[in-house]
């Protein structure tokens, strides 16, 4: 496996504008119905995991002949099957992880889908999804993300730890410098890039930053 993989989960999966560009060298991996998604973008998944009940009927076999791996559990297990393909990516040295197809859908699973993302388990890779023109990194503490776009396009930073601390941010309309976020605040809702770069840098805590790109 490579160190950059894509996982394609079972909500609704809007791919952005370049697709393949996103794609590049990256290993698919499909929790369960997220092959669905695979399948229809042309994609052939390196292994599916999961308790395949949202798996295509049809689609078992077409893939197994094209050598995917099936790593199948039980429907009674104590885990979605994206947290499966989360803790298989890891295991296998991923270091960079795109999720396709996180939200929409089901509300339950949207949430727990994103708030999944600031486990410790994960601290090796960096995670990262994308839906349609946004995409949202997961921020640790310790790390700096460089943001790219256009002047005007919108970045948020959502707080998913009690406290994120030494927050500063640069190229942002409301510029922060060393501040603090609360779990639940929306202080940090909708700035604005103010030209073509933007950079968010945090202490202690975890987030998820997002970027909201032009439509067209």
């Known amino acids: 496996m490579t160190q950059k993989v894509v996982i394609f989960t079972n909500g609704e999966c809007a791919p952005p504008r370049g697709l393949d560009t996103y794609l590049l060298g990256r290993t698919v991996i499909c929790a369960d119905g ?101 995409q949202a990194y997961l921020l640790r503490g310790g790390e700096a993300l460089t943001l790219h776009g256009r002047s005007g396009n919108i970045v948020s930073i959502i707080p998913l730890t009690p406290t994120m601390t030494g927050v500063t941010t640069q190229g942002l309309r409301w510029p922060l410098h060393n501040a603090t976020l609360y779990f639940g605040h929306t202080l940090t809702v909708s700035n604005e890039l103010v030209g073509k770069e933007g950079k968010v840098i945090v202490g202690e805590g975890r987030g998820i930053v997002v970027i909201r790109g032009d439509e067209k």
């Open 34 to 134: 997220g092959t669905r998604h695979a399948l229809e973008l042309g994609l052939m998944p390196a292994v599916v995991i999961g308790d395949l009940d949202s798996l295509p009927p049809d689609a078992r076999p077409r893939l197994e002949a094209a050598g995917t791996q099936f790593l199948t559990y039980p429907r009674d297990k104590d885990y979605t099957d994206l947290e499966l393909a989360l803790k298989y990516a890891v295991e296998q040295g991923a270091k960079d992880i795109l999720l396709l197809g996180l939200l929409g859908g089901r509300l339950d699973q949207t949430l727990a889908n994103v708030l999944l993302l600031a486990r410790p388990e994960w601290d090796a890779a960096r995670l990262w999804f994308v839906h349609g023109s946004e």
